[in-house]
């Protein structure tokens, strides 16, 4: 493929925080942008976890050359012992089968002609457990996992697929998270600050292009140094 080719991406969550500025980010690469959320504002707006649903939006939209999956969900914050069932259930839902979903609908179609790259979001959480968010941070892992899966599989096809992993970045979902557990999470970066959206929608970006050729099923940091492996 040509670089000269406008590129389509599908930004789920494309509406709000991390979407919403890799969208921007992508946008302005010249890149011809699809936000799929549940969220009005959307340009299609899907629940991720609704299988049959994020089908049908792909059939719908047509041949893609790059996904982010950036639609989340906090989840509930509370020892695991005090966690609902329901909570529990909800989280993996849209954080899990909603990344499953998309992957699962887009993957071919990027494998049949030969490039394609995807950008899941995962967390530090996936990575360290962070305390009071075991739904969201077991979630953040099996994000991970699927991706180095998804790599492997796709290796020798052109379609690249990894995954990053913020630390406390300022977009809304942080009003979802509950003060204490925010206060710990932000207290552990190094840098002290938190992140802001354009920083992590650069290495989106970057990762969404033809400048990464030798990395898929990579998990990029991007922690203010909190990460430590
Ligand atoms: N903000 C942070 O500190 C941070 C850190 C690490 C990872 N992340 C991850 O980054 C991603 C984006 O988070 P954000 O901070 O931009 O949050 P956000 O709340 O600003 O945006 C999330 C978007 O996902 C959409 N969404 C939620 N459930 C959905 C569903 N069922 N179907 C379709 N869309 C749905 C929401 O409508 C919203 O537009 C999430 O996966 C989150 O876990 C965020």
């Keep these: 493929m040509t670089s000269s080719r406008t590129r389509t991406a599908?930004?789920?969550?494309?509406?709000?925080?991390?979407?919403?500025?890799?969208?921007?980010r992508l946008e302005a690469d010249g890149v011809s942008v699809v936000t799929l959320d549940i969220a009005d504002g959307a340009d299609v707006i899907v629940d991720v976890t609704d299988a049959a649903a994020v089908r049908a939006?792909?059939?719908?939209?047509?041949?893609?050359?790059?996904?982010?999956?950036?639609?989340?969900?906090?989840?509930?914050?509370?020892?695991?012992?005090?966690?609902?069932?329901?909570?529990?259930r909800r989280t993996f839902a849209v954080n899990v089968d909603g990344t499953f979903h998309t992957c699962?609908?887009?993957?071919?179609?990027?494998?049949?002609?030969?490039?394609?790259?995807?950008?899941?979001?995962?967390?530090?959480?996936?990575?360290?457990?962070?305390?009071?968010?075991s739904p969201y941070s077991a979630t953040k892992a099996a994000v991970i996992a699927m991706t180095k899966s998804l790599g492997k599989e796709l290796a020798t096809s052109g379609v690249l697929a990894n995954a990053i992993a913020p630390a406390v970045i300022e977009t809304p979902m942080n009003a979802d998270t509950e003060p204490e557990a925010l206060a710990h999470i932000t207290g552990l970066i190094p840098m002290r600050r938190v992140g802001r959206p354009e920083e992590v929608a650069e290495l989106i970006a970057w990762l969404a292009s033809d400048k990464v050729s030798f990395s898929t099923g990579a998990v990029y940091d991007i922690s203010g140094g909190r990460a430590t492996y």
């Design 10 to 24: 599908v930004i789920t969550g494309g509406v709000s925080g991390l979407g919403r500025a890799a969208a921007l």
């Design 57 to 88: 939006a792909a059939d719908e939209i047509g041949p893609i050359d790059i996904l982010v999956n950036s639609a989340g969900v906090v989840g509930p914050n509370a020892p695991l012992w005090e966690i609902p069932l329901d909570g529990w």
């Design 104 to 133: 699962r609908a887009f993957a071919p179609g990027m494998r049949a002609r030969g490039w394609g790259r995807i950008v899941n979001i995962a967390s530090m959480a996936g990575k360290d457990g962070n305390p009071n968010m």
